[in-house]
Nanobody
Framework: QVQVVESGGGLVQPGGSLRLSCAVAGFDLDDYDLAWFRQAPGKEREAVSC????????KYEESAKGRFTFFRDNSENAFYLQMDSLQAEDTGVYYC????????????WGQGTQVTVSS
């Protein structure tokens, strides 16, 4: 079975935190790059974070650096995005993805979870 499911989105005030979860089935996570994307209204989808499985390096979108942290839990076949110091500009639909390669869209995607940062 192939399954990618996000959870953890919601409404949070500026400066608050959320942790997004991505539960994965049907993949050996050691063989894929793991990513979080977001899409805000009127904007293109952008990569927030992606982990290169070959060397374990993690990339972050510039505005997320120092605020967002990628975690992986092999025992539960899941990975996470811890988001701190959230800003209104972080609002959007967040997607997790199991990718062939960071930098493209080819792979398996979750359904998306809404993150809204608002006073």
């Amino acid at each position: 079975q192939v399954q990618v499911v996000e959870s953890g989105g919601g409404l949070v005030q500026p400066g608050g935190s959320l942790r997004l979860s991505c539960a994965v089935a049907g993949f050996d996570l050691d063989d894929y790059d793991l990513a979080w994307f977001r899409q805000a209204p009127g904007k293109e989808r952008e990569a927030v974070s992606c982990v290169n499985h070959r060397d374990g390096t993690t990339k972050y979108e510039e505005s997320a650096k120092g605020r967002f942290t990628f975690f992986r839990d092999n025992s539960e076949n899941a990975f996470y995005l811890q988001m701190d110091s959230l800003q209104a500009e972080d609002t959007g639909v967040y997607y997790c993805a199991v990718l062939i390669l960071c930098g493209n869209y080819y792979g398996s995607w979750g359904q998306g979870t809404q993150v809204t940062v608002s006073s």
